[in-house]
C-alpha cells in the first residue's frame, strides 16, 4: 500500500529547528515532486515549499524563504524538511505530498491546485516558549 509518513516534528522555541521527514513505501519518490504543506489551528492549508523529483528545482513561499530548506534524498525514498529561526505562526500540523505530473514553471501561488497523488497523515510542530 503506498503511503507517506511525517516524523521529526514537536515542541521548539521560538528561533529553534525542527527536521521534518518524510518517508515513502510502497512506491519510489524519484519520479515525484513533494510538496510540503502545513494547517495551523482554524486555518485553511497552506503550501509551504516543493522540490521537483530529481531535487534540481526548490520553490518557498515567502514566509518562510530564507529559514526553511527542502530536500531529497531518493536513494532513501525520503523528503526533508529543514525549519530554522521558528517562529510562534509556524505552528502547525504539516503534511507532505507526492505529485507524478506537474511542471517546474508553475507559479507558488498555483502548486496547491495540482493533483497530489499521496498524502501523509502530518505531524504536530509547536513553536512556544
Known amino acids: 500500500q503506498p503511503r507517506l509518513v511525517e516524523s521529526g516534528g514537536g515542541l521548539v522555541q521560538p528561533g529553534g529547528s525542527l527536521r521534518l521527514s518524510c518517508a515513502a513505501s510502497?512506491?519510489?519518490?524519484?519520479?515525484?515532486?513533494i510538496g510540503w504543506f502545513r494547517q495551523a489551528p482554524g486555518k485553511g492549508r497552506e503550501g509551504v515549499s516543493w522540490?521537483?523529483?530529481?531535487?534540481?528545482?526548490?520553490v518557498y513561499v515567502d514566509s518562510v524563504k530564507g529559514r526553511f530548506t527542502v530536500s531529497k534524498d531518493n536513494a532513501k525514498n525520503t523528503a526533508y524538511l529543514q525549519m530554522n529561526v521558528l517562529k510562534p505562526e509556524d505552528t502547525a500540523v504539516y503534511y507532505c505530498?507526492?505529485?507524478?505530473?506537474?511542471?517546474?514553471?508553475?507559479?507558488?501561488?498555483?502548486?496547491?491546485?495540482?493533483?497530489?497523488?499521496?498524502w501523509g497523515r502530518g505531524t504536530q510542530v509547536t513553536v512556544s516558549s
Open positions: 522540490i521537483s523529483s530529481s531535487g534540481d528545482n526548490t
Open positions: 510502497g512506491f519510489t519518490l524519484d519520479s515525484y515532486a
Open positions: 505530498a507526492a505529485t507524478l505530473y506537474y511542471s517546474d514553471s508553475t507559479p507558488v501561488g498555483d502548486r496547491q491546485t495540482w493533483s497530489y497523488d499521496y
